[in-house]
Structure formats: structure tokens, C-alpha cells
């Protein structure tokens, strides 16, 4: 058993070479790019940051994504979308995304679903990551993930963008959570989507990339720089901030997830 698990664990000729350039860094090593490669990560929703964000993490060597979105590819994702093509139209994102991924490393393990992320699949989906990596467009799905990931202790970091403007924060262990910066009662506005609100080319691309390089960051080091932080980037006037934020003790996420420990 020690010896399958570590030849799984060991990279091969084939991969050193591909990694060479992130293995060469000051403060990133062949243990940092192993631990990668032992990494599970479920990436939730396709589009604008999610399709951006898998590939980024394709190229740079984790494990094992899972893909989730039931969507098909449109005319009007190309603009921003860039993993997709006029020759994509009409087909599932996901599937299209996995073969993408698939193609660009063969060293790597992909698993696509079509659906949407709910209720009935959402524990079985998410327990079994070490990272799940939020890029959805509607406060529904973004509230749920957060109460599994919060419930079962496994990371999360949440992307958006909309218009100019993108965010990113993370939940870990026992952090703040997202509905405690972000109270249901205050954020159930389901028009706030780049659907109906509109959004620039370049917004979900740059969100996605801070959140791809924040999970390299996390799985390779265990590093978590935005853990209860908000980073707030405003696009016109290409500023950016980071703010931190404690828990709110009127969380009802939090409270469930403290009643449930205490059994």
C-alpha cells in the first residue's frame, strides 16, 4: 500500500519537465508540486471564472477537477468565456471544459457533471474535495455551497464579477463564512448577474485568475491569505483593496455548524 501510494505521489520524468518552470521557483519545490497532484477540486459553475480558473489549474498540475454546470454554451459567452468556441454552440460547458482540460494535460484526472449544483448532489459532490472553488452566478447556489463546505470543514474559495468590478474571499476551517458577509436577508437579489447586469471581457478572466492562484497558493503551500478577507477590485480605475471581516454572530450557518459539533 506505502509503495503504490508513493509512486502515485512521485512525479514522473514526463511531468518534472512540464512543471519545470513552477518547480524552479523561490518558495515552490517538488514537494509544493506533488501535494498538487494529490489535490482534489470541484469547481462550481463553467462560465466566466470557472472555465478560466479550471484551465489555469490544469496547466499548473492538480489532480483531480471536477467539473459541475448545466448549461450549454451561447453566442454571447464567447465574449468572455475562453475556453469555448462558435464551434461549442450549443453543447454542455462542462463536458466541453473537461475535454478541453483533457487535451492540454494528460496527466491529470478530470470528472464533468451535468447539473446543476443542488440539495440532492451537493454533500456527495463536495465532502470528498479539498478545495472547492466557487465561480456561479446566482446567490442560491453560492448560499448552498457555502453551508456544505462550512458543515463538513472542507475550503472554499468564492469568485465573482460583475460589471467592472470582481471579488474573492475565502472560508477555511472555522472562519468567517460567506453568509456572514453576506446575509441572506440583504443579498437575494438574483438580478445582480452579469446576464442582466452586463459585464467587461476582461473582469471574469482577472477574478479567475487571482482565484487559480490562490488555490495553487493553498494547495501547494497551505497558504491562505484571504482567509475572512475580502479582496475588492474595481476595474475602471484598476484599484484594489482587501478588507478583513469577522464572523457574525447572528450567522445562521455559523450557529448550525456549531450545534452540529457539539454532538
Known sequence: MTDSFDQALELSEAEMHLYAR??????????AQERLKLANVL???????????????????VGKI?????DTVEISNLQRQIA???????????????????QINTYIEIESHVAQLDAENADALITSQDLVLDGCDNF????LVNA?????????????AIGFQGQLFMVEGDSACYECLFPKEQHANEALRCADSGVLATTPNVMASLQAHHALLYLGLGETPLKQKLLLWQG???????????????CSNCQARQSANAF
Open 22 to 31: 513552477q518547480i524552479l521557483l523561490d518558495g515552490w519545490d517538488i514537494d
Open 140 to 143: 442560491a447556489t453560492r448560499y
Open 84 to 102: 469555448f468556441t462558435s464551434q461549442d454552440i450549443g453543447f454542455y460547458k462542462a463536458e466541453v471544459l473537461a475535454k478541453r482540460l483533457k
Open 43 to 61: 469547481i462550481v459553475g463553467c462560465g466566466g471564472i470557472g472555465c478560466t480558473t479550471a484551465e489555469l489549474l490544469a496547466r499548473a498540475g
Open 66 to 70: 471536477t467539473l459541475i454546470d448545466s
Open 236 to 250: 475602471l480605475s484598476m484599484k484594489q483593496r482587501i478588507l478583513a471581516f469577522e464572523k457574525d454572530t447572528e
Open 148 to 160: 456544505v463546505c462550512t458543515q463538513f470543514d472542507v475550503a472554499l474559495i468564492s469568485a465573482s
